[in-house]
C-alpha cells in the first residue's frame, strides 16, 4: 500500500496532504492497477495494433506511462500519429511480441525500450525473432530498441536530481512517507537514490504515478533521459 510508511499528522496537514494526493490521483485516469492491469493494458494496446506505423514494446505499464507523458509534453499526439506503446508484461515475452508483429515490419516499424539487466534478453529475442543481429548497445538503437541505465526509474531520478524529486514528493504530500522509509533501520544511511527508488517501488499505483510525474519534471527542467528522448524521436511519422 502506499501509505505504508505514514506517520500521524495534525488535521490541517491531513487535509492538505489529502488535496494534494487527490490532484496525484488524477494522473493515473485511463490506467489501472492491480493484478489485472498488465492483462488490460497490453489488450488495450493489442487493439490498435493493425493499424499502427510504428509498434513500441515495453516492459511494463510505467514504461508506457513514461513514455506516453513524454510525448504529450513534447506536443505530440501518439493515437493520432498511429504509434502505439504496447506493454508487454515483462522481458522474457519480448521473443513472443517480436514473432507476433513480425509479418506488421513491411507496414509498421518496430521499436522498443528495456533496463539494463534486460538488455541480453531483449538481444537474444530479436535474433532469435529475425528482426536483426544486434551485438552492442548501439547495434540495438539502429534497430530502434533503446537501453535504460540501470532502469527507467534510476534514469528520472539522475534526470531530476535527488532534491527535484523530494520537491516533487512534497507536492504530492508524499514527503513525510518518504521520510519514514529513510529513519527506518534498514534504509537509514542509504543513499538518496537508493531510498526513492525502494519509496517509488513500494506500491504499484506510486510507481504508475510517479512515472508520469517525473518525466513531466524532467522535460520541465530538459533533461529527459536519453532513451526515452532518443526512442520518441525514432518512432516520430512525420
Known amino acids: 500500500m502506499d501509505d505504508v510508511f505514514e506517520q500521524p499528522l495534525d488535521r490541517e496537514t491531513t487535509m492538505d496532504v489529502a488535496h494534494r494526493r487527490e490532484l496525484a490521483r488524477r494522473t493515473l485516469d485511463g490506467y489501472v492497477s492491480g493484478p ?7 489488450a488495450r494496446a493489442l487493439a490498435k495494433v493493425d493499424d499502427a506505423v510504428a509498434v513500441v514494446l515495453v516492459e511494463g505499464i510505467s514504461d508506457q506511462i513514461a513514455l506516453e ?15 502505439v506503446i504496447v506493454p508487454i508484461g515483462g522481458a522474457h515475452a519480448i521473443g513472443r511480441f517480436l514473432t507476433r508483429f513480425g509479418p506488421l515490419r513491411t507496414q509498421a516499424r518496430l521499436a522498443g525500450l ?13 535474433v532469435l525473432a529475425n528482426v536483426g543481429s544486434p ?9 530502434g530498441f533503446y537501453v ?10 539522475r534526470a531530476v536530481g535527488t532534491a527535484g524529486v523530494e520537491a516533487l514528493l512534497d507536492s504530492q504530500g508524499d514527503l513525510g ?55 520518441l524521436t525514432a518512432v516520430c511519422v512525420h
Open 36 to 42: 489485472a492491469a498488465p492483462i488490460r493494458a497490453t
Open 114 to 126: 528495456c533496463d539494463l539487466h534486460e538488455a541480453e534478453i531483449f538481444r537474444r529475442g530479436l
Open 69 to 83: 507523458t513524454a510525448a504529450v509534453c513534447r506536443g505530440r499526439d501518439l493515437e493520432a500519429e498511429r504509434v
Open 135 to 143: 551485438r552492442t548497445r548501439a547495434d540495438l538503437e539502429d534497430l
Open 177 to 231: 512517507s518518504f521520510h519514514s522509509l529513510q529513519s527506518q533501520p534498514a534504509w537509514r544511511g542509504r543513499q538518496p537514490e537508493v531510498q526513492i527508488r525502494r519509496f517509488l517501488g513500494s506500491g504499484s499505483r506510486r510507481k504508475l504515478r510517479y512515472a508520469r510525474l517525473l518525466v513531466e519534471a524532467a522535460v520541465g527542467r530538459d533533461t529527459l533521459p536519453r532513451p526515452l528522448d532518443a526512442l
Open 148 to 157: 535504460c541505465v540501470d532502469d527507467l526509474e534510476d534514469e528520472l531520478i
